[in-house]
């Protein structure tokens, strides 16, 4: 039986389309762990394996065990749109402005 925990990692991992051998290359874990988180109740994970699995699907590790996001109460109105916006996106759109965002950050 598989957990919230464990549904927010493959769905992540297959909107990247990544396989479980792949994110436990890049993550550098084993598949089996992979398998694991997505497959077991209820799952112990390393906080150091987490916090690598979580860079490489592009989120936190607070989204993945489901921590609330910080409130947006502080924000700028527009800035609530943005928001609102982003997270109607598909995870494609998403994955390609957090790379223009990463990109100008760079700068």
């Known amino acids: 039986m598989t957990t919230p925990m464990g549904e927010r990692i493959r769905e992540r991992r297959k909107a990247r389309q990544l396989t479980l051998d792949q994110l436990a290359d890049k993550a550098e874990c084993s598949k089996s762990y992979i398998w694991e988180l997505e ?7 390393s906080a150091d394996k987490l916090a690598a699995i979580a860079s490489v699907l592009g989120t ?14 502080d924000l700028a109105p527009e800035d609530k749109v943005f928001f609102r916006k982003f997270s109607g996106l598909d995870a494609d759109k998403q994955q390609t402005m957090r790379r223009m965002l990463d990109l100008w950050d760079d700068e």
Do not use: Q
């Open 39 to 45: 497959n077991k109740t209820p799952p112990r994970p």
């Open 60 to 73: 936190t590790v607070d989204v993945l065990i489901g921590t609330p996001i910080n409130s947006t109460d």
